[in-house]
């Protein structure tokens, strides 16, 4: 095993934060306790932290069940996962046919291979469901689509091994999250414009009610002494929401990774929101002298002592 490569996501994801990760880590909190990742899909910050032995405890979740159980099989069956995936063919007629199983009549190594099977030769790379839950991407365009990748498989396996993982609505993190630990949430973005709307990820969507109630789970976890950051678009809802003593927000360059029209691909400003001051110069100051280290803490300091 001490051969394995170092894990990467196994699956494609909308708005997968591969991309941003350098941005992200460049803003963690300098020192934390357990990692908590909320909406967890590729989990590209969790094997990132893993990479570079940042990370102690995690504990993973999404609402996603068929994620989920994906990320369970391959770290309790993950031989089994291989095995089925090796006997998989490439076509057509076979991504429709096991498009058409229900998943929950299959077994648990069964239900992720067919998972990471549509997720690598679907196209785009897309995981959308209808309204009645039932996976709805069409065969992609790959001449040879890389569905079986035994070494990463391996590699997340044991990246797994001693990770907790729930599928949870985002706001169960708060009976989880104590003190210095550190929450990252990844929730679907607000769209920029309303035809640009993805909230097919879930089959009830993600609307700006959730928007609201997970800017409500960060005041508690602030007011519980728990770091959070969040990442989405930079528009004026998700300004306006973050708009609070309890953050401060920063803004990030980020690709747009997944857009059918490719001219429309491209650098655009993402927001990151923390409840604590990404500088880590400031952080080690903070730390060292032990004053106040969340941003409504800080703000509520300075006015005691005007």
């Known amino acids: 095993m001490g051969d394995l490569p170092v894990p990467r996501p196994f699956l494609k994801w909308a708005g997968g934060k591969t991309q941003l990760a350098d941005a992200l880590l460049e803003r963690k909190p300098v020192c934390f306790n357990a990692y908590h990742e909320p909406f967890v899909g590729s989990g590209a910050i969790f094997f990132r932290l893993y990479r570079d032995g940042q990370v102690r405890r995690a504990i993973l979740s999404d609402i996603n069940a068929e994620l989920i159980d994906t990320y369970l099989a391959i770290r309790d069956h993950v031989a089994e996962v291989i095995r089925i995936l090796s006997e998989f063919p490439h076509s ?9 199983k229900d998943p929950w009549e299959l077994s648990l190594p069964e239900r992720a291979a067919r998972m990471i099977y549509l997720n690598k030769t ?18 992609g365009r790959y001449k040879s689509p890389k569905y079986l990748d035994r070494e990463n498989l391996l590699a997340v396996s044991q990246a797994l091994q001693n990770v907790e993982m729930f599928c ?8 989880r999250a104590e003190a210095g630990d550190w929450v990252y949430f990844d929730p679907p973005y607000v769209p920029l414009s309303q035809t640009a709307s993805f909230t097919s990820y879930h089959a009830n969507g993600f609307g700006l009610q959730d928007q609201q109630r997970l800017r409500d789970v960060c005041i508690t976890l602030s007011q519980n002494n728990v770091y959070i950051t969040v990442s989405n678009s930079d528009t004026a809802i998700v300004r306006s929401l973050y708009n609070s003593p309890y953050f401060s927000i920063d803004e990030v360059l980020a690709n747009r990774a997944i857009n059918c029209n490719g001219a429309k691909r491209g650098k655009i400003t993402e927001l990151v929101i923390t409840n604590y001051p990404v500088n880590r ?15 409504f803490q800080q703000r509520r300091s300075t006015r005691a002592s005007a």
């Open 281 to 295: 110069a400031i952080q080690l100051q903070l730390l060292e002298q032990k004053a106040p280290y969340l941003v």
């Open 168 to 175: 949870a609505s985002f706001d169960t993190v708060v009976e």
């Open 122 to 139: 679907g196209y785009n790379g897309l995981y959308r469901v209808n309204q009645r839950g039932q996976f709805n991407v069409p065969f």
């Open 92 to 100: 057509k007629e076979f991504y429709y046919e096991i498009r058409s």
